[in-house]
């Protein structure tokens, strides 16, 4: 935030005057009670991130508060804006080599079971650990 332009500045009158101008036409032919357009909220808000909150607000002749809530409630993190997806799916990457997994078990009395396992076969593991301690019993 550039907290130190003027509001007399040639940049700052050069960026808000379009926008000014739009509010001026809205406000000539608005219904009674009728609210501001997203669309000048937008181009305000916007405004307001670069010259800040309370110039924008006193050029156009909008409350400083609503202003503000528009600026800080559009930059909330986790909050989806206007021209970002709420969702977004994310590929599942595929292995590129198959892999093997060695499980090696031994008992107290010295027996042993050593299990080469491929990719996806991991279902059958736990029945035979089972059956290997189970036997003892």
């Not at 000539?28 to 808000?45: C, G, N, Q, V, Y």
Request: charged content about 25%; some cysteine.
């Amino acid at each position: 935030m550039t907290a130190n332009i003027n509001t007399k500045s040639e940049p700052f009158l050069s960026k808000i005057e379009p926008v000014h101008r739009q509010l001026q036409a809205w406000r000539r032919t608005r219904k009674h009670r009728e609210r501001i357009p997203d669309s000048l909220w937008k181009a305000m808000t916007e405004l307001a991130g670069v010259f800040g909150v309370s110039r924008v607000s006193q050029a156009m002749g909008v409350e400083y508060h609503g202003l503000k809530e528009r600026v800080h409630g559009s930059k909330q993190p986790g909050r989806p804006s206007d021209n970002q997806p709420a969702f977004v799916e994310l590929p599942v990457p595929v292995p590129t080599h198959q892999s093997e997994c060695l499980v090696e078990l031994e008992d107290r009395l010295g027996a042993k079971m050593t299990l080469r396992l491929g990719p996806g076969s991991g279902a059958e593991v736990l029945a035979l650990v089972q059956a290997f301690w189970r036997r003892q019993s």
